[in-house]
């Protein structure tokens, strides 16, 4: 059976506890209020404060009520912005509120308070007083205070890492590019994210009996897994060259290594990478130039007369995937006028409005190109990196290009 309102041992308690609610006085729950409460006249005579805001500041209510204004309790800063801003929005608008300001104790420390104040009018719509209510934001500022020690923080970390990442990234790359007699050589690299390391990677390097070698790259991912990647492919070209300089063998060696060392790795990592072999044309003036490109786009080819096409190298296998990749290779003559030019994918993915499927693309920066055509290896790559600016933030990867150019014989 159920029992009624008034039944139980704890019916008598709960009224008693009611009676006591009803008793509080309007003043004494003014006066106790969880926050603080002041009245002023217009002109900011304190004419009412309760008992918590004396409290909090230590005041009694006879050094106050008729003798300071609102705004004597206010920092210097803080007076200002009442005079300048807080006063004349409370006029115009008749109401303002969570605004953080601070007011001084009567020991002189201050005390964030959060301040919402309210003109009282009269029955002719006159304002008569201001009333405030004024809330301890001591918490508040706490917590904010933390926040802001560790945002702090967190961008000096970032500074750190990008430090560490520029440096650990200009370590795989060459400090100067070889000066190969005959041959004007020049090479950029986009960085997209200053905080992480790239894979992109390029280099160009004397071999034995006046022969050159150049090749550029691109490790998938990024940090410093990828570092290690690029570091580790860099060094094996360059070894492998010397050992044979025939660039589907060095692609071949490079292969090999990659797959023996991160194949079985939980994080399998491979590159794409095109190794190219100079030698001076010896029927004439220019250069020999043998590619093999291992999954790499195609390089691109600006010649004397003004046109520009990609260099075939189809089917050319990723670099570290398989046992035995297939590399592709093609040969070709570099001659006086010519400039040959490698790139890493970053350039032909980034976004751009102006593309159908949202990518720059390999025709777009081949009709780049024959715009360019004929053109030296340093203009070729001044007008890469204006077309990377003008791309701004579609460019989302990391770019790497290698020109080189056989100047014309000067009569």
Known sequence: MTRGTGDGPDSGRDDRVCSDLLEDSAEDLYEHAPCGFLSTLLDGRIVKANATLLDWLGHRRADLVGRRTFADLLTAGGRLYHETH?????????????????LRTAEGGRLPVLVTSTLKRGGDGRPLLIRTTVFD???????????????????????????????LQATLLPPALENVPGLDVAAYYHIASADEVGGDFYDLFPLAAGAWGLFLGDVCGKGALAAAVTSLARY??????????????VLSNLN????????????????????????PDTEGSG?????????????????????ADHLPTPGGQL??????ADIATTSFRLAPG????????????????????GRYGDEALLGFVRALAPTSARHTVAAIR?????????????????????????R
């Open 137 to 167: 934001a001591r918490d508040r500022r706490s917590y904010e205070e933390e926040l802001l020690r560790a945002r702090q923080e967190s961008e000096r970390e970032r500074e750190r890492l990008q430090q560490l990442a520029a440096t």
């Open 386 to 410: 204006d077309l990377l600016a003008a791309l701004g933030p579609g460019v989302d990867d990391d770019v790497a290009v290698l020109a080189v150019h056989a100047p014309r014989q000067r």
């Open 338 to 357: 010519d400039t040959l030019l490698l790139h890493t994918d970053g350039l032909t993915e980034a976004h751009t409005a102006a593309s159908g499927d």
């Open 236 to 249: 094996t070209l360059r070894a492998a060259a010397v050992y044979d300089p025939d660039p589907a063998a």
């Open 287 to 307: 250069f020999r130039i043998t590619l093999a490109s291992g999954g790499h786009p195609p390089a691109l080819l600006l010649r004397a007369d003004g046109t």
């Open 86 to 102: 807080f006063a004349p929005l409370l006029r115009m608008q008749g109401e303002i509120s969570g605004i953080a300001l601070e």
């Open 319 to 324: 670099i570290g995937v398989l046992p035995d």
């Open 256 to 279: 090999t290594v990659l797959h023996h060392e991160y194949s079985s790795a939980d994080d399998p990592r491979f590159c794409t990478v095109v190794f190219g072999l100079l030698t």
